[in-house]
């Protein structure tokens, strides 16, 4: 009998699928993902359930025709989220939502964040049983991902944010999208040895003491009903460049009370991460060390739910191979908070983001940042 030989891809298949896997889930921190046909390494759980099915009778996407070979064209548009770690007896929460665009030439990244508090109007899901409503947006998800039983899918949750998403920016339909799971991100991260990164302002953490060990609670908060429960001590990151461990970078981004512009200041200091953990996932000090790699592709697998429209994550890496990582462009979308009376319901953008939003739909960004240069986050 023949013995089948299975054969590794070429390693400059395998870099390019990193290459761009980077820019595909970069905004979420599973920067790294990479599957072949051929490789033994399976990186992203592939779950086309995170957008609903097509109707029968609709258009082709606009990238393919039915007799052709896969093709991934520009302009594209993702939808990444970051959900912090639950069984399917938990109702998922999208923390960070993060959008990207990327122009017809396939020449860079536009990266955006939406507020999780921002309050909007959520649609009818009839999946979860949801009539719609209105309320913060990272709730969406949530509604929309209940099975019934107690039970919950995050997949699902995904189709409901999907549209509530569309609904407020006026994207109908998204080319790819993707869940990261917070705690294997961290585990991303510990593969690599920690990221190298700017801090811009001194940032408390809510929840860690210097050492990384959890912050002591008030006893009279024991059922979590406080929103400020930790007393004593706190890590505190100082303005600089570090190297942080994966404990720290994982709890630097996710800070937000006692900053200035609160979550505004997070979603920056989330596009800074991204750029550099980017950066140093295509570093020589990773693709070059067959061992660091395969750490950090084998983390990536854990964390990762990838939809690619149809498309494998090794066709959108080899689409996405030219993009430099330099040239991601992050965007800083300007809002506040929303009231009614002295009731805070949640975030609402300014205005002027709906020709922003515009401007993404009909693939003019670079030309409305030109126009508006306090859009772009010279931070990052």
Known sequence: MTKTVKRRAPLWARLSAIAGSVLIVTSVGALVT???L????TAAVTDDSIFEPRAANAAVPRDRKEDDSPSIKGPLNLLLVGIDPRDDKTPPLSDSIILAHIPADMSTVYLFSLPRDLYVDIPAFPKADYRGGSG??????????HLGDGKYSAAQGFQLLAKTVGGYTGIKEFDAGGIVNFGGFKKIVEAMEGVTMTI??????EHLKPDGSPRDRLSRCADNTCDHPYIGVQKIYQKGTYHLQA?????YVRQRY???????DRQRHQQQFVKALAKQAMSKDVVTDPAKLLKVMNAAGGSLTFSGGGHTVLDWAFALQGLNVDDMITVKLPGGGKFAGSTYLGEELEPSTKEFFQAVREDRVGG???DHPEYVNLQS
């Open 136 to 145: 913060k947006i990272n709730g969406s998800m949530s509604m929309g991902s």
């Open 34 to 36: 990479a599957q072949t």
């Open 38 to 41: 051929v490789a033994k390494y």
């Open 247 to 251: 404990w720290e970078a994982l709890d």
């Open 200 to 205: 811009d302002q001194d940032v408390k953490s």
């Open 258 to 264: 006692g900053l200035p512009e609160g979550d505004y």
């Open 368 to 370: 409305f940042l030109l």
